[in-house]
């Protein structure tokens, strides 16, 4: 069954060290989405993508993060200068349509020390 | 209360038994699915249910939606201990947003 894959599983970062995210989603769906989970709290929207640019982004989405996708099948979260707060769980999910069920990987475990 | 939010926030029940969660939300919707994520890991899609549909199975798993309430249940028949996990509602908005908003959670344990 195909699956959304992200990578690295973890990651530990020094404050103010720029991070990539990386997340290949499946092959066919055309709409991509960041999202994080802070330990013990609610899974949060970051951003939304679509034919090569962002549709929608959150208030937390400031400009220290950035999205891309590098190649047809990549695509990256960069946060520029890392905080503390930063500290998160970061899913990566992609639907083939926009109000269609959306496949979440497995996340990226970010640690900011 | 806030978009989708789940209650209870946390229920314990014996293997065998069923198991409902509610969700609750505030604005007209697309569609509303239900997620699962066991401690620390991914979030894997259950079920999607539109906002034209009232009942949907998949498995052991039934869910409702109440469009005139602004809720959905989702039930869990005969639990396992495998099925110990949060379960968590996202709801598409109707206004054009492309994002799901999650509520925060039903954290279901199951005793064997």
């Known amino acids: 069954e195909p699956e959304v894959t992200q990578t690295p599983s973890h990651q530990v970062t020094q404050m103010g060290q720029e991070v990539i995210l990386r997340c290949v989603p499946i092959?066919?769906?055309?709409?991509f989405y960041w999202y994080r989970q802070i330990l013990g709290q609610k899974v949060e929207f970051l951003v939304s993508f679509y034919n090569n640019e962002i549709s929608e982004k959150s208030e937390i989405f400031d400009d220290q993060f950035s999205v891309e996708r590098p190649d047809g099948s990549n695509f990256t979260l960069k946060i520029r200068s890392t905080k503390l707060e930063d500290s998160a769980m970061y899913f990566c999910?992609?639907?083939?349509?926009?109000?269609?069920?959306?496949?979440f990987g497995q996340g990226t475990r970010l640690t900011v020390v | 209360s806030q978009q989708g939010e789940e209650d209870p926030q946390a229920l314990s029940i014996q293997e065998g038994e069923n198991a409902t969660m509610n969700c609750s939300y505030k604005t007209s919707i697309n569609n509303l699915q239900w997620y699962r994520q066991n401690s620390g890991r991914g979030l894997v899609h259950l079920i999607l249910i539109r906002s034209n549909e009232r009942e949907k199975h998949s498995g052991r798993l039934r869910v409702t939606l109440d469009t005139s309430k602004k809720s959905s249940s989702l039930l869990i028949t005969a639990s396992r201990a495998a099925d110990t996990a949060s379960y968590f509602c996202?709801?598409?908005?109707?206004?054009?947003?492309?994002?799901?908003?999650f509520g925060s959670g039903t954290r279901l344990q199951v005793q064997p």
């Open positions: 092959s066919n769906h055309l709409y």
């Open positions: 996202a709801t598409d908005m109707d206004t054009g947003r492309r994002a799901l908003t």
């Open positions: 999910a992609s639907s083939d349509r926009g109000w269609t069920e959306a496949f």
